[in-house]
Nanobody, 120 residues
Framework: QVQLVESGGGLVQAGGSLRLSCAAS????????MGWYRQAPGKQRDLVAA???????NYASSVKGRFTISRDNAKNTVYLQMDSLKPEDTAVYYC??????????????WGQGTLVTVSS
């Protein structure tokens, strides 16, 4: 069974930076899509950034130019570099993998979430 473990959240002042990491453990044949989502209190969970197997990226308009998604294929790890952070970036951040296992099943798994708090 595949599990995702996130790290890197915390408290930072506005204008600062944080780097989130999300590492997968378990049996994965291929990762088709890696994504970061966030959920602020009382709001729905929204996509922040996504990275396809082919290397294409997609960003929410609110983070474009400030956040960068990247990966280490050898470690089955995805990163989210967050720069120029704003108080409105405060949320719980979740990683998400859509992957195929060795039975050629297409599956999806979520991380446990990591809290990012940006103070003004």
């Amino acid at each position: 069974q595949v599990q995702l473990v996130e790290s890197g959240g915390g408290l930072v002042q506005a204008g600062g930076s944080l780097r989130l990491s999300c590492a997968a453990s378990g049996s994965i044949r291929s990762i088709n899509l890696m994504g970061w989502y966030r959920q602020a209190p009382g709001k729905q969970r929204d996509l922040v950034a996504a990275l396809t197997r082919g290397g294409s990226t997609n960003y929410a308009s609110s983070v474009k130019g400030r956040f960068t998604i990247s990966r280490d294929n050898a470690k089955n790890t995805v990163y989210l570099q967050m720069d120029s952070l704003k108080p409105e970036d405060t949320a719980v951040y979740y990683c998400n993998f859509r992957y195929s296992d060795y039975n050629y099943m297409d599956l999806e798994v979520w991380g446990q979430g990591t809290l990012v708090t940006v103070s003004s």
